[in-house]
């Protein structure tokens, strides 16, 4: 007979899938904040520690708010109708699967807590003076970000797309805007589009999900409205993307030659559609989903490093 304080071979390896650590997609945006900074501050050693500390910080946050995602998500009913069928690409369910309890769960949330609390207070401490904007930004997109199932479950009120919108575009934002204190237009237009390409693998899995979401109460765009008009809904989020891009261009936030970068990312999205709101195929739009996150992270890390920033 085992107990919970038992040591299990393999924990390790469980703590890691229920942070959903696997998926390095949801903290790469930091690279293309870090990008656009000039070579001084990547010189500087105060400024490489606050970059350091600030991606520790992203990551424990993103690992506690997948945890949380799970404990609720055993806790409501809603993994036990959307993940027994089998697996999807990054995900894992180990306290469905009994490889973790909860309450050693919770603890591996309390750990992540205590991470996110002490770096983000180095990073205050480092960084200081900011800007009130940022002081007040920082710490809500947390609040936000662990709120998505648990607490305010926003997820569970249609917020899901929003909230991992908003925490991706942070990845960029936040880094950049540590370091130089200031968001111009160029790094906003960068960070919201890295937080729709987030979205829109968002907007598969819920949609794979409607049926079981539904019958256990999480609310999701997907499962409140019908099928066409989940699929208008999805339609909608990549057009706002492709208006992001293609605005950027022509207002002058992206330079011209950005366009040159994007256009692989605007091929594959076409073929993300085509999958899921053309096929049906829910799951391979959200694996194509993840690939043409990393092809637009590396597109736009590029760029800013190699492209020349000619302005429309």
């Known amino acids: ?43 500087d050693a105060r400024s490489l520690a606050i970059l350091g500390l600030i991606l520790v910080v992203g990551i424990a946050v993103i690992a506690a708010t997948c945890s949380l995602d799970d404990i609720v998500g055993v806790r409501d009913g809603v993994d036990q109708a959307n993940h027994r069928g089998g697996a999807r690409w990054g995900v894992n369910k180990p306290i469905l699967t009994g490889e973790l309890t909860e309450a050693r769960a919770f603890r591996f949330v309390h750990v992540l807590g205590l991470v996110a609390v002490l770096g983000f207070a180095a990073v205050l401490a480092l960084a200081w003076p900011l ?8 710490p809500a997109m947390m609040l936000i970000a662990v709120n998505y199932s648990y607490g305010l479950k926003l997820s569970y009120r249609g917020g899901g797309e929003l909230v991992i919108l908003t ?6 934002l ?14 906003l237009t960068e960070a919201l589009l890295v937080g729709l390409w987030h979205a829109q693998v968002v907007v598969f899995s819920n949609t794979q999900d409607a049926a079981g979401d539904r019958a256990t109460g999480r609310m999701t765009i997907a499962a409140r409205t019908t099928e066409r008009g989940n699929r208008l809904y999805i339609v909608g989020v990549f057009t706002l993307s492709a208006a992001v891009g293609v605005g950027g261009l022509v207002a002058g936030f992206l330079p011209v030659t950005y366009g040159l970068a ?4 605007w091929a594959l999205q076409l073929v993300q559609l085509r999958r899921g709101v053309g096929q049906r ?32």
């Open 167 to 172: 925490g991706a575009a942070g990845t960029v």
């Open 1 to 43: 007979m085992t107990t919970d304080a038992t040591p299990r071979p393999g924990r390790l390896r469980a703590f890691f899938e229920l942070g959903k650590l696997r998926i390095v997609e949801l903290w790469l945006g930091f690279f293309v904040g870090v990008t656009l900074l000039d070579a001084a501050a990547l010189r």
């Open 262 to 265: 994007l256009a692989p990312v």
């Open 281 to 312: 195929r829910w799951l391979d739009a959200r694996l194509l989903g993840f690939r043409t996150v990393r092809v637009g992270i590396a597109a736009l890390v590029f760029a800013n490093l190699c492209l020349p920033r000619v302005m429309g």
């Open 131 to 138: 800007p009130t904007w940022l002081v007040v930004t920082m």
């Open 174 to 187: 936040i880094p950049c805007a540590l370091i130089t204190r200031a968001a111009d237009p160029l790094l």
